[in-house]
């Protein structure tokens, strides 16, 4: 890849830049496809936490309710569960799962062919928390175990802080790769200026005679920077636009609406273009001020 360009110093012959777009690139990538996972744990931690957070699992079990000469018995203990459920406060609302649902669940499990429509089920109710502040979990418990003392009480706020904790800690080493990534775009920039600056003394003392500013001199390397910048940003974007572009027809392959329905395709487009453009300026930023410090010393 070359880009033709027109300066007093000749910083793209140097050889100690020649692998610098190349290194950019794959910087560039990382940094991309570190982000993107990123926000994507982000967008399945908030859908998940939406859907599970105010909600509470209760399982009666079939051996307390399944009686061969009738569901009779069972069915009291199950509208008495209820009803103490929706009297308590906090509490929303309280569905039964259907059995038929509950089938057509483990139909997949246990096999297409085995007849499973006689297996002993539990019953499961699906609760939803309408205020937690107001709900008293211990106390609600111990109601229910007094009515049915082989009750299973699931509240999914228990064990979802802990998976929450690991998903939020997944975004924060993935932005904390991104920021090392982005210093070393930008160490590697100011090193390969002030190596620059060593190789070419003898044309920028010639420059300085002709009148050169230390600001002239700074904007050659800060230009410089930015076409290393875009070379190396282009390249990367379409590393991570080809893997986003394979990631999605295998999905697809696998017959799953998870890009359709937790990924914006927007959002991905916007880190791809957004880390080239910022990883370029910090860039020229670096390149700019290594050159001003370094002049101070290399030129007298």
């Not at 079990?61 to 009297?87: C, H, M, W």
């Not at 991570?240 to 395709?265: C, H, M, N, P, W």
């Not at 487009?269 to 370029?280: D, K, Q, R, S």
Request: proline residues 4%; aromatic residues 8%.
């Amino acid at each position: 890849m070359s880009l033709q360009y027109s300066s007093d110093i000749p910083l793209n012959a140097d050889p100690s830049g020649r692998f610098v777009p190349w290194i950019i690139a794959l910087m560039v990538y990382l940094a991309t496809i570190s982000l993107m996972v990123a926000f994507v744990v982000s967008a399945l931690v908030h859908r998940w936490d939406t859907g599970f957070s105010e909600r509470l699992s209760i399982e009666i079990p079939a051996s307390n309710i399944f009686n061969p000469q009738g569901d009779s018995e069972g069915t009291k203990i199950r509208e008495q569960i209820v009803q103490t459920l929706l009297k308590t406060p906090g509490i929303g609302s309280v569905r039964t799962l259907p059995r038929e649902e509950m089938l057509s669940t483990l139909k997949p499990w246990l096999g297409e062919e085995n007849d499973i429509t006689h297996l002993p089920l539990p019953t499961l109710l699906e609760v939803e928390v309408s205020n937690r502040a107001h709900l008293n979990d211990r106390l609600l418990a111990e109601s229910l175990k007094s009515l049915l003392p082989g009750i299973v009480i699931q509240d999914h706020q228990g064990w979802q802080h802990g998976v929450l904790d690991l998903a939020y800690s997944a975004q924060v080493i993935g932005l904390l790769i991104v920021s090392m990534i982005i210093l070393a775009a930008i160490s590697t920039i100011a090193f390969t200026s002030q190596t620059s600056l060593i190789i070419h003394r003898s044309v920028i003392e010639i420059l300085y005679l002709v009148g050169a500013t230390d600001a002239y001199i700074a904007r050659q390397f800060q230009n410089h920077a930015l076409r290393v910048g875009i070379k190396g940003g282009t390249v990367g974007f379409c590393l991570s636009l080809g893997t986003f572009i394979l990631l999605k027809f295998f999905a697809r392959q696998l017959d799953t609406t998870f890009f359709d329905e937790v990924v914006s395709t927007s959002m991905l487009w916007g880190i791809a273009l957004l880390v080239p453009f910022f990883v370029t300026l910090f860039m020229m930023i670096s390149a700019r001020f290594a050159v001003k410090i370094a002049l101070k010393y290399v030129v007298p």
